[in-house]
Antibody
Framework: QVQLQESGPGLVKPSQTLSLTCTVS??????????WSWIRQPAEKGLEWIGR???????NYNPSLKSRVTMSVDTSKNRFSLKLSSVTAADTAVYYC??????????????WGLGTLVTVSS | QSVLTQPPSVSGAPGQRVTISCTGG?????????VHWYQQLPGTAPNLLIY???NRPSGVPDRFSGSKSGTSASLAITGLQAEDEADYYC???????????FGAGTKVTVL
């Protein structure tokens, strides 16, 4: 059974860089026609698409975050990562990693991690 | 504020049918981009209910159905059950913003 697990600091200081990793277990990150995404959700609020990455390294970022976001993939370690720079309190949220499918029809993420709460505070 | 508008809440008695609307515009739903629906139970990650307007992933009960017309889409839940009490989000692509956008979410309450 394929599973995703987010990991990283739960507390980040303002102006610093948030760094999260999503480890894929149960299958190779390179298998199948998938993309790997990050989505976040502030407390008691809705979902926000951060971006996605393919195992080729190709990325698509939310334009509102593009100047601060970097995603990468490490196929040797079966994981992908998110970096968000110059964080503020507005970046406090639960961060989810998720897997979606590309093919004849684009399918949004069906496999999600449990999510990890990142708080931005001094 | 999202470019996809959902009602904040809907409610219904057990066994009833409820619908949740997702209204967009010419740069998203009206442009032909697919609409997808998620259910999020409290404290859990979202679960995909409908993709590409009306397709159900395996394992999703047929009580859930989706439709799309013009610049709007709808999620219908028939035979409402207590376990359906959750937040529901629509998702589509917006070509003006060049990003996938979620609706603000609709809380379904089972009376």
């Amino acid at each position: 059974q394929v599973q995703l697990q987010e990991s990283g600091p739960g507390l980040v200081k303002p102006s610093q860089t948030l760094s999260l990793t999503c480890t894929v277990s149960g299958d190779s990150i390179s298998s199948g026609s998938y993309y790997w995404s990050w989505i976040r959700q502030p407390a008691e609020k809705g979902l926000e698409w951060i971006g996605r990455i393919y195992t080729s390294g190709s990325t698509n970022y939310n334009p509102s975050l593009k100047s601060r976001v970097t995603m990468s993939v490490d196929t040797s370690k079966n994981r992908f990562s998110l970096k968000l720079s110059s964080v503020t309190a507005a970046d406090t949220a639960v961060y989810y990693c998720a897997r979606g499918t590309v093919g004849d029809i684009w399918i949004p993420p069906t496999l999600w991690g449990l999510g990890t709460l990142v708080t931005v505070s001094s | 504020q999202s470019v996809l508008t959902q009602p904040p809440s809907v409610s219904g008695a057990p066994g009833q049918r409820v619908t949740i609307s997702c209204t967009g515009g010419s740069s998203n739903i009206g442009a032909g981009y697919g609409v997808h629906w998620y259910q999020q139970l409290p404290g859990t990650a979202p679960n995909l209910l409908i993709y590409a307007n009306s397709n159900r992933p395996s394992g999703v009960p047929d009580r859930f159905s989706g439709s799309k017309s013009g610049t709007s889409a709808s999620l219908a839940i028939t035979g409402l059950q207590a376990e359906d009490e959750a937040d529901y989000y629509c998702l589509s692509y917006d070509s003006s913003l060049s990003v996938y956008v979620f609706g603000a979410g609709t809380k379904v309450t089972v009376l």
